[in-house]
């Protein structure tokens, strides 16, 4: 699994765009400075490894929608990554998850966190 510099630690999905917005706004941020960043999708924000699954997320301004976050942080070589045993305890399989998503262990959380050179875990 490669590192990243920045880790932006997510575990409230769609029930909660205020938290979702400020992880992909700081994540974007970090790329834009030129770190190396991923979203990490932990507990309930697992179901945003769904394709369109932040469809619709707008808190308002001064913040993007998250679709919008998302595309850019994207195509600026950010990750996103899923954990994979919150995964299937939610009820997702890998097959349900955006293919380019990166589906890891809690071996290789810890692994990623450690590597990091900062971390923001949105709870």
Do not use: W
């Not at 769609?14 to 960043?37: D, I, S, W």
């Not at 600026?76 to 380019?100: A, L, T």
């Amino acid at each position: 699994m490669q590192s990243a510099d920045f880790v932006a630690t997510l575990f409230d999905g769609r029930a909660n765009p205020a938290k979702v917005t400020v992880a992909f706004t700081m994540a974007l941020n970090a790329l834009q400075k030129g770190h190396g960043a991923m979203v990490l999708l932990m507990v309930d924000a697992v179901e945003l490894g769904q394709p369109d699954a932040t469809a619709g997320m707008d808190v308002g301004q001064p913040f993007e929608p998250v679709p919008d976050l998302l595309t850019k942080f994207l195509e600026g070589g950010g990750r996103i990554g899923i954990c994979k045993s919150c995964m299937i305890h939610n009820g997702f399989d890998p097959g349900q998850m955006v293919p380019d998503y990166e589906i890891i262990t809690a071996l290789e959380v810890v692994d990623l966190m450690m590597a990091a050179k900062g971390s923001l875990q949105i709870t």
